[in-house]
Nanobody, 119 residues
Framework: QVQLVESGGGLVQPGGSLRLSCVAS????????MGWYRQAPGKQRELVIT???????NAADSVEGRFTISSDTAKNTVYLQMNSLKPEDSAVYYC?????????????WGQGTQVTVSS
């Protein structure tokens, strides 16, 4: 069982930056991939960016070059650095973790944090 808690959301002007954090408890051991998804009103949840336990990342085309993901294993935390934010980036951002135990995978979600990009 893994619990994910996001923080760092808020209101930012277009062109601004924001950093989201996701703390996994009790630890990120056995987590093979973590990432961020987002959901805007009336739209489906979509991939933003992920990072594997080997360090490889996968980002949506819409955020490539603007958003980066990083992890701090000592703090059991994954970060999403968002730069050059656009109004279309406004959404609830969810932290996601994929856990591998035995021969099974388990997926976990955080409660979400709101990001609003507006002047």
């Amino acid at each position: 069982q893994v619990q994910l808690v996001e923080s760092g959301g808020g209101l930012v002007q277009p062109g601004g930056s924001l950093r989201l954090s996701c703390v996994a408890s009790p630890s990120i051991a056995n987590i093979i991939r973590m990432g961020w998804y987002r959901q805007a009103p009336g739209k489906q949840r979509e991939l933003v960016i992920t990072i594997s336990n080997g360090g490889s990342t996968n980002a949506a085309d819409s955020v490539e070059g603007r958003f980066t993901i990083s992890s701090d294993t000592a703090k059991n935390t994954v970060y999403l650095q968002m730069n050059s934010l656009k109004p279309e980036d406004s959404a609830v951002y969810y932290c996601n973790a994929l856990l591998f135990v035995g021969f099974s995978t388990y997926e976990y979600w955080g409660q979400g944090t709101q990001v609003t990009v507006s002047s």
